[in-house]
């Protein structure tokens, strides 16, 4: 036991004294330190928000340079290296567009057309609870029986189709999240359908090949179940995008281009039965070409959003509320959409 001759009263005073001096210097960093901190980001958000241009390059010219070889796959493209290659692409989509729009007996232009279609309600369900039947339907009845015709083997995890939680109601029409080794959690392909216009049917086909089977869901459970993988390729973590790029890889490229394939694998497992399935597909590449158009427009172009948004509307069948929703996506992820499609 530590014996001291100082009174209680002394104690307290020193107590108080300490207690006086760890306020004063909260005092003296918040005022100093803290406030000007805040200041800074009002004043750096201010400017920004009022700056019509979304372009990475504001902050600092090789910026967007950067986030493209943060993919390893697609460190050579530099400045417009792609920009032929989009807008021949953008080309070839619109005459397929065209040849399918034509043989649903129409005249009009591919924009035309997909105006009309956006708006036509007899396109859209009538609940959120329809749209993931119609999902599971489509995947029970339509995918997952024929998926032995042209793989070897199916993995086993189980694979759920879930709404997305209201919370997230400003993100993608639809997205995937890998399941466990243990097969405690199921693959989950969630659902966003708080706006219903942005989950219509002629879409339907082309997002469960993508993000389902036999896309990212089997894609990723064929990592997951493969004996020997290591961890950081069996299980892909990617919803820490703010962590990159010192996390591992993502491979934009490859996950992304799996899903791509798949797309094009439901022709030969006759999942697109309607000229309206196909047009639905159609229109998911014509936004993928779209994509490396406002990505490079607004990253190396100076557009602002208006324009991006307004881009996306004139040449997609993407409603509003999705094509507001891509754009701030590629706006605070430089790079992602040209990656996606390289």
Known sequence: MIRTTRSQQELALDDQRRTAALQNLSHDITSSRMLAAFLAM???????????????????????????????????????????????????????????????????SP???????????????????????????????????????????????????QLQDASKSG???AMYIQGTTDFSRPGI???NAADLTRSPKYLMAALALHEGNPGHHLQGSYAMELPGMPSFRSQIEDRRYNDGPVHFPLHTAYVEGWGLYSEYLGYELGVYR?????????????????????????????????????????????????????????????????????
């Not at 279609?117 to 024929?146: H, T």
């Open 42 to 108: 009002q004043a750096f958000v201010g400017y920004y928000s009022s700056n019509p241009e979304a372009m990475a390059t504001e902050l600092f010219e090789e910026f967007w340079q950067w986030r493209l070889k943060d993919s390893p796959e697609f460190a050579t493209m530099v400045g417009f290296h792609g920009y032929d290659h989009l807008l021949e692409s953008y080309s070839i989509k619109s005459f397929q567009d065209r040849k399918v729009i034509k043989s649903l007996g129409s005249d009009a």
């Open 111 to 161: 924009k035309e057309f997909s105006e009309m279609i956006r708006n036509d309600s007899s396109f859209l369900c009538k609940s959120s609870e329809e749209v993931v039947r119609m999902y599971e339907q489509l995947l029970d009845e339509e995918i997952n029986p024929k998926l032995l015709t042209i793989f070897s083997s199916v993995p086993k995890s189980p694979l759920r189709i």
């Open 171 to 173: 993100g993608p029409c």
């Open 189 to 191: 392909f969630y659902v």
């Open 274 to 342: 309607t000229l309206h399935d196909k047009f639905g597909h159609l229109s998911q590449e014509m936004l993928r070409a779209c994509r490396l158009v406002v990505d490079t427009g607004m990253h190396a172009l100076g557009w602002s959003r208006e324009r991006a948004v307004q881009y996306l509307l004139e040449h997609t069948s993407s409603s509003q509320a999705e094509v507001e929703s891509e754009i701030d996506r590629y706006i605070t992820w430089p790079g992602q959409a040209s990656i996606k499609n390289h």
